[in-house]
């Protein structure tokens, strides 16, 4: 089975290699936007994601708060 990679679609989900959702990216966020193969960026004053802290996978949930 031949296997997409991860990447920006034109609707802002970044989609994992069998198709499924990962991620959106508000449309003011998507140019530029850098996927995991690009090997050389020469910096313009571009956003940056920190995601060290991310919550996904099965562990989406910790993200909510529910004091809000």
């Not at 998507?30 to 919550?55: H, K």
């Amino acid at each position: 089975m031949l296997m997409q990679p991860v990447k920006l679609h034109p609707d802002g989900w970044i989609r994992g290699p069998r198709g499924e959702l990962l991620l959106w990216i508000p449309p003011a966020l998507r140019n530029p936007f850098y996927s995991i193969w690009t090997t050389l960026v020469i910096p313009r004053g571009c956003v940056e994601l920190d995601l060290s802290q991310m919550a996904h996978g099965r562990e989406w949930w910790k993200c909510f708060n529910t004091a809000v």
